[in-house]
């Protein structure tokens, strides 16, 4: 295995726990396989050394490049494990389902009330009617999911809140948050289930009362950015036990979940939760060209929040964006696919929302599994994926679809909650989240990026492009 120079000395830095801060297609699996080789050379064993990732695609990944056998899972699948769990485990589905069953429900007076809230709060240029068509019961529901998601993982007990500093509106929708939680615990009580979070949480209070021991000297955690404070929480109950050492590797300008309850303050603030840490980092990418490496670095530290650094192409493709403003979003789309659909190049469509694509096909095509089939043939080097799907993956050309400056747009607007006025240090610069993903998403391609805009309500992201 071939290594750069920064990725040899971040590899070889076994006598503290570090924070590897890399860059997009800079290698932050390589680096890691590069230190478990240098582990074992220094006498590790295999059963000594645990890797943590945050989903079953990544550890399978992981699993498929190591050539070592040691122990590679999630954190739901390690702390399963230590909790000796014979509930059923219950995905983030569940949660959903309670949302929605929950509305059937309640009175119709609290409903309209909850709805005129809603709009009111969050979607002002939103008018209220008497049909509740301002709003979609998907709006409402993705709305609770990431605002209840965000107050578990964040351990925020919506019951010591204060909440006397909000407005009327506001206190319906707490109001509600806090009826869901009550009614979302009971249906797990009831049925015997156990939920992804609850696992984390249950797995740390055994790690802290019951002080099990493990064999792992070396902790080594995949894509960091994504980190919670449950799973921070949990994270450091492991390594506590049994002295470990953590090496952590991820890119700030790839933090894109916090909907679901990460929190890139945790991120920032390594060194503060993890004394006389040490941070590497690791600038050269090896998938983008160097003037989308340049353009998107740029747009991403207008953020005077996020960690500079000076990324560099190692690729000798010059590389495009190409900007189309599109008259017809369908028209401009299958110009691309039919220049590139026979010249053995992958194409990878993004967009920000699932629906998107919606807009960029017709009868004759549509998309199957993720994959575009078009004129009845299907083209398994062409997929549409949304942003946070695209993740971690790359292709010779990418197509950015839905900038348009709408509340479904790209930056969106419909992602708001409650949770910045009930967390401390919460971000403060307008759409940051919001402008990570846009940098997810210029970062894929391998050759060329089309960005097919919105001829007449543009996204405000294509000015600083």
Known sequence: ?????????????????????????????????????????????????????????????????????????????????????????????????????????????????????????????????????????????????????QLIANMIDINKCDITRFKNNEKILLYCTKKIIDYYNEELVENNFIDFDSLIIEATRILNDQKIHHNYKHILVDEYQD???????????????????????????????????????????????????????????????RLIVKKAGRFIMKNPCQIKKNIISNSKVRGKIIKIRARSFYAELIKIIRKYRHKNKSILIIGRNNFDINFYINKKNRVENSYIVYNNKTYKNIRYLTVHKSKGLEADITIIINLSNSRLGFPCRDNNTLIPKLIKNEETYLYAEERRLFYVALTRCKLKTYLIINRKAPSEFISEI
């Open 1 to 149: 295995m071939i290594a750069d120079k920064e990725q040899e000395i971040a590899s070889k830095y076994i006598e503290n726990d570090s924070l590897i801060i890399a860059g997009a297609g800079s290698g932050k699996t390589t680096t890691l396989l590069l230190k478990i080789d240098y582990l074992i050379k220094q006498g590790i064993k295999e059963n000594e050394i645990l890797v943590i990732s945050f989903t079953n695609e990544t550890v399978n990944n992981f699993i498929n490049k190591c050539k070592y056998n040691i122990d590679v899972m999630t954190f739901h699948k390690l702390a399963n494990k230590i909790i000796k769990n014979d509930k059923e485990i219950v995905d983030d589905e569940f949660l959903k389902d309670c949302i929605i069953k929950y509305f059937k429900n309640i009175p119709t007076k609290l409903k309209k009330k909850l709805y005129i809230s809603f709009v009111g709060v969050l979607y002002t240029d939103v008018k209220y009617n008497k049909n509740i068509e301002a709003v979609t019961s998907s709006s409402i529901t993705s709305y609770f999911y990431s605002t209840i998601k």
């Open 227 to 289: 980190i919670s404070m449950i799973r921070l929480n949990f994270l450091k109950s492991l390594i506590k036990v049994n002295n470990s050492i953590l090496t952590a590797v991820g890119d700030d300008f790839q933090s894109i979940y916090g909907f679901s309850g990460s929190n890139i303050n945790l991120f920032y603030n390594f060194q503060k939760h993890f004394k006389n840490s040490k941070i590497f980092y690791i600038h050269t990418s090896y998938r983008c060209p």
